[in-house]
């Protein structure tokens, strides 16, 4: 067994602080927000189960660590790495369970638990498809996500640990990253993941155990890269994002979300390492990705090629790969570039990607999920209970429940609000303890009240962010103008607050009509609607005859709330002559019958 010391659950607790800000634990958050909480309740009580269901009933993924434990006889069936679905399901389980007990859910991840650490080897080996099918066959193709499998099982044993103080998961996990370790390093074997994500993972754990060494492999895997150590038997060096050193990257090239988890991952290295090694690059990509490459939904990766990038402005919407893996991905960097640097814009793509690009890979009904989210569709396009990779709702499994992460960010002497949802929180600040409620509702109007309680009066910074997408604003601080600056996109307020100070935020939210840089062919001759962070579509279903929509300069938008309409969402009425179209947010499409879809609309001038 390895020795190892937990050191609590934070995440970000012993390091050298390179971060202007750490965001709050979603398990310190409480959510109370007629927009989230409807969700948040469908994903323990409905997506949660069916990932189960997926994993234990309708697919081989369980069925893969029994026989791989010797419990029954078999094959291994399914995608060799299926392990990943359970490990992300697990994560999920451990998110949901923080806000929502359930004794029934933990005993039954409980009882995986036990069959995954059955199929454990004696040296700590753990993926199912090379323990049915030949463990001599092991660490021999970097393409075969045995690390991609591991750093998932981090994660998720580590979410575990947190959420019911249970570490056989975490031992388990251990154990793996101890035999990676043991193999592979300076002086060891070489290895270049060919799906990245247990870099990031491996921060995880060092966080967690204290035990640097997984710190410094993770650092080691990411220094491997740009070397010419492997010979790719598909693809090409680009696809893998080996053809240069990371730290000298321009330009993003190849799969989305294992370009994604990269970046994460170097982000946490460098965070804790406290170097800035990697910020040039990360800065480059940015730009390269959100400047040129990114879809108005926050979506990423245009081609189901290579499930990733081409070249530059490349971004047709009807054949918009757009995996929604890849925008939690966005969300996952977004958030580390915006603890660097404190700078809004990072969180505004966080936004973005949350509303949009995350929110429509999964349906109303909580079952029903997107691999792919394209922009327009001719009516065939539909959510499914689950797929062969089924990469995307195991993501959001994991992925919502801890959604309340992304809200709240502290600093020593600064409170940071991200994300605009109905929720309070108590942080540790210099000057003490400090609660914040918000109260708000967001996404469809823009006024937002925060109420500020310390413990005993204090000197800190309130820092909210203004949306890149709001043009106007204003706000009070109990009901007085005091003056503030804004830096970085963020409204700064920096007073000496008491208890039950109260802001209040309004950013005007009008309906917004958008054009593309015009190096985007598709979107040429035409424009999107949106309004706030919501990007909006046409649907056949409320629009049938939406081939003939047009928008022009003289066309006017009103906007209604439609509380029984898909969960309740903000319709907006958009009327040219007698013509009227009516959009719908589109991260709820496809929830009604199946008909055409499309967020770029054709303009005339
Ligand atoms: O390869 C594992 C997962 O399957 C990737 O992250 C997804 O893009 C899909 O290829
Ligand atoms: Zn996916």
């Not at 409980?110 to 454990?120: E, G, K, L, P």
């Not at 103080?165 to 251990?174: C, E, P």
């Not at 240069?244 to 994460?264: E, N, Q």
């Not at 020593?412 to 929720?423: I, Q, T």
Request: glycine share 8%.
């Amino acid at each position: 067994m390895a020795a190892f010391v937990f050191c609590g659950g934070s995440l970000y607790a012993q390091d050298r602080v390179l971060e202007s800000n750490l965001p709050v634990d979603f398990s310190r958050v409480a959510i109370n927000d007629a927009f989230w909480t409807p969700k948040l309740d469908t994903v323990a009580s409905v997506s949660l189960d069916a990932c189960i269901n997926q994993c234990e009933k309708h697919t081989a993924r369980i069925d893969n660590f029994e026989v791989a434990a010797g419990l029954k006889q078999g094959v291994f069936k399914g995608i060799f790495y299926d392990d990943s679905d359970v490990y992300k399901m697990i994560e999920g389980v451990a998110y949901s369970l923080v806000n929502n007990p359930n004794a029934e859910l933990e005993a039954r991840v409980d009882r995986i638990i036990d069959v995954i650490a059955a199929a454990q080897q004696p040296d700590g080996y753990l993926m199912t498809y090379y323990i049915i099918n030949g463990l001599d066959k092991r660490w021999t193709d970097m393409t075969m996500h045995e690390m991609y499998c591991a750093g998932h099982l981090i994660e998720a044993a580590i979410a575990y640990r947190n959420a019911t103080g249970k570490d056989k998961l975490l031992k388990t996990a251990v154990r793996f990253a101890d035999h990676i370790d043991a193999t592979f390093g300076e002086g060891k074997r070489v290895w270049v993941p060919g799906h990245q994500e247990i870099e990031l993972a491996l921060v995880k754990l060092y966080r967690v155990t204290g035990q640097k060494r997984y710190l410094t492999l993770a650092h080691w895997l990411l220094e491997q890269r740009g070397h010419d150590h492997v010979k790719w038997p598909i693809q090409s060096k680009g696809y893998f994002m080996d053809e240069y050193p990371v730290r000298d990257l321009k330009y993003i090239s190849g799969h989305a979300v294992r370009d994604m988890y990269m970046f994460t991952g170097m982000a946490d290295v460098a965070a804790a390492t406290g170097s800035d090694e990697y910020l040039g690059a990360m800065n480059r990509l940015w730009d390269d990705v959100v400047g040129t490459r990114m879809y108005l939904t926050g979506g990423i990766g245009s081609s189901r090629f290579n499930e990733g990038f081409t070249e530059q402005y490349d971004l047709p919407n009807e054949d918009a790969y757009c995996e929604t893996c890849a925008s939690i991905g966005m969300v996952l960097w977004n958030q580390r570039l915006n603890m660097f640097k404190g700078d809004a814009r990072y969180a505004d793509i966080m936004e973005r990607c949350i509303y949009n690009g995350v929110l429509s890979g999964i349906s109303l009904s909580g079952d029903r999920f997107f691999y792919v989210n394209p922009l327009e569709s001719k009516g065939g396009h539909h959510r499914r209970p689950w797929y062969g990779t089924a990469c995307c709702p195991s993501n959001l499994s994991r992925f919502l429940p801890s959604v309340g992460s992304y809200i709240y960010a502290v600093s020593d002497n600064a409170l940071w609000v991200n994300m605009f949802v109905s929720s309070s929180t108590e942080v540790d600040m210099a000057c003490g303890k400090v609660r914040i409620e918000q109260t708000t509702h967001y996404p469809w109007s823009g006024d937002v009240n925060i109420r500020i309680t310390p413990q005993r009066k204090g000197d800190f910074a309130l820092k909210i962010r203004i949306p890149g997408w709001c043009r106007n604003y204003s706000y009070s601080v109990d009901g007085c103008n005091l003056s503030t600056e804004v830096k970085d996109g963020y409204l700064v307020i920096e007073k000496t607050w008491k208890k039950d100070e109260t802001v209040a935020v309004s950013f005007d939210m009008p309906v917004e009509v958008v054009q593309a840089d015009p190096r985007v062919k598709a979107d040429v001759g035409k424009r999107a609607v949106m309004r706030g962070p919501i990007v909006y579509c046409l649907e056949q279903v409320d629009n049938p005859q939406i081939d003939d929509a047009v928008l022009g300069p003289d066309t006017e938008f009103s906007t209604c709330f439609e509380e029984s309409l898909l969960g309740g969402v903000q319709t907006i009425e958009a009327r040219r002559g007698e013509r009227v179209f009516k959009f719908i947010p589109y991260h709820v499409w496809d929830n009604r019958e199946a008909g055409k879809m499309k967020v770029w609309v054709d303009y005339v001038k």
